[in-house]
């Protein structure tokens, strides 16, 4: 059994050995190569060949909008279509539950108040025919925005793999006359 001042003594000698063995030893040479002589990109960046093919771009882009580009390294590009692909999805659920309250209160009539003569006076529900095809629309309209955005993440894929050796430089500079946008493209 190990009482607190063995404990003690053997956490105070893996502290040394762990020192120890941390420090340089002497045969150990410092590395002569400098940080700096190493290539500031990195080969798949600089490849002329991009890291999957335009077919395959395109497959990835309409099957998980985000994921071509994040591959091709566009990261802006992929936040964004992921960001369209969470709203729309979140709106579509939301305005499938408005159409289905809709739906529910449909035929709907409330009593409001009784007549002087015993009669409850009916009035109609709050929603109508109009009210279910308008958030039927809406529905729609989000599922279409949804598979817009899987098209377009797919075309935009396709594209950037095809436009993987051109490197576009974009340039505004301030004129005394205003401003100005300036391209070159390089192609090699």
């Known amino acids: ?10 956490l105070r000698y893996s502290l040394l050995m762990s020192v120890l063995m941390a420090s ?10 400098r940080v700096s002589a190493l290539p500031a990109v990195s080969p798949t960046t600089d490849s002329l060949r991009p890291p999957i093919s335009p077919r395959r771009a395109l497959l990835y882009g309409f099957l998980a909008p985000g994921y071509a580009q ?7 590009a992929a ?4 960001l369209v692909e ?3 999805i979140a709106m579509i659920r939301e305005s499938a539950a408005d159409l289905h309250e809709a739906r529910r209160f449909e035929n709907d009539s409330l009593i409001v108040s009784y007549a002087p003569n015993g009669q409850p006076t009916k009035v109609a529900g709050r929603f109508g025919n109009g009210e279910v095809r308008t958030r039927r629309a809406h529905v729609e309209d989000w599922i279409a925005l949804l598979v817009a955005n899987h098209l377009f993440a797919g075309a935009d894929g396709f594209v950037a793999a095809n436009l993987w050796d051109v490197k576009p430089k974009l340039a505004f500079r301030a004129t005394p006359n205003g ?3 300036t391209a070159s493209i390089n192609v090699q």
């Open 1 to 10: 059994m190990l009482t607190g001042m063995d404990t003690l003594r053997r």
């Open 86 to 88: 969470a709203i729309s």
């Open 70 to 76: 994040s591959v091709l390294g566009r990261h802006k």
């Open 24 to 33: 340089p030893l002497i045969a150990q040479r410092p590395d002569s190569l």
């Open 79 to 82: 936040s964004a279509f992921l």
């Open 179 to 181: 401003a100005s946008i």
